[in-house]
Structures are given as C-alpha cells and as structure tokens.
C-alpha cells in the first residue's frame, strides 16, 4: 500500500516549512542556472537568490531535528552545504579574481546543488518509503548519496568551464624573470 502524502506528514514545526519551501525554490532556480547561459544580470540575479536562499535553507535545516531528536548526518550535511556556498562566493569577491575563478565557483556552487538534490531525494524516500529504523534511513540516505554523486560527477564533468588561459603579460613577465 502507498502511504498518504499530507502536508502535516511534512512538515512538522514552522522552521521546517520554511527549510522546505526554501529548499524547493532553491531546486528550481538551480535548475533554471544549470541550464541557462552562465553569464549577465539574469544569472547574476538568479545566483544571489539561490545563495541566499541556500544560507537560509542550510540556517533552518539546524532547527529541525524530526528523525533523531539530536545533531545528525542530516545536519552535517546542512554545514558541507553552506560550506561549498562560501568556497563558491569567495573567488567572486576577491579582487582581483583569481585566475580560475570560474572553475573554482563552477565546481563548488555545482557540489551545493547536488547536495540539496540528494538530500531532497533523501528526504522523498525516507517520508514515503516504509522505513522503521535509524539503521534503514541510513542505509537509503547512504544509497541516494552514492547514486546522486556518481550522477553528479559525470555531469560535473562534463559542463565544467574550459581552464582559463594565463593573461599574456602574466607570461611575459615569468619569460623575463620579473615575479607578477
């Protein structure tokens, strides 16, 4: 039998309604990122609000504590996050960028996304899933993550930037011995 999927079988305190439809947003603006064009004001926009919306997302996931009552997995997962979120902004506001800046905030911003992904499929799983253990909600969680990595890292891949060329003055100057 497929169990009942209700809003209160969901959500179960006011910071996870906020984590959830943050989280939500933040799968669809992702989405829209990964597949649009990355350049000009629309992604800039688009990446502000899926930055911030990750901060908050990660910031409420700490208050929520449904499957353990204590610190867990779930909640290390929420830090790695919002730790990929600061690696990916940092090289943006550096100045001057440092030169493969873009790779750098690709690769991290990209492994934010999957993690959001994977635990939103961890969460679908665990809520509809007839699990009864902590040692059965691991072992799914374990089995989601694996499976959402390996994707992820193919296509990673696959669209990462090309590695920017050095500037040509850059050269010049490391030819003649001067340091740049």
């Known amino acids: ?17 906020v984590h959830a439809a943050v989280a939500l947003l933040c799968i669809g ?4 990122q ?8 629309g992604h800039r926009a688009r990446g502000y609000f899926y930055v911030y919306a990750m901060l908050v997302a990660d910031g409420t996931a700490m208050l ?13 997962g929420a830090i790695m996050n919002f730790a990929c979120i600061v690696a990916a902004v940092v090289p943006l506001l550096r100045s ?5 800046w873009r790779l750098q905030h690709y690769t991290f911003i990209s492994w934010s996304y999957v993690s959001l992904i ?37 296509l990673i891949g696959k669209y990462r930037p090309p590695a920017e060329a050095p500037l040509l003055s850059a050269n010049l100057a490391e030819q003649s011995g001067v340091p740049s």
Do not use: W
């Not at 001057?96 to 493969?100: A, S």
């Not at 253990?133 to 193919?154: E, F, N």
């Open 29 to 32: 603006v992702g989405l829209i």
């Open 64 to 76: 929520v504590f449904r499957f353990t009552g204590a610190f867990n997995l779930f909640h290390l």
């Open 118 to 154: 994977s635990a939103a499929a961890t969460e679908i799983a665990v809520r509809l899933l007839p699990l009864t253990t902590r040692g059965q909600v691991g072992l799914v969680a374990l089995g989601l993550s694996i499976a959402t990595m390996t994707i992820a890292y193919v």
């Open 1 to 17: 039998m497929i169990p009942q999927a209700t809003l209160a079988g969901f959500v179960h305190s006011a910071a996870g309604a």
């Open 96 to 100: 001057p960028r440092p030169m493969n």
């Open 34 to 41: 990964f597949l649009r064009p990355k350049r000009g004001a």
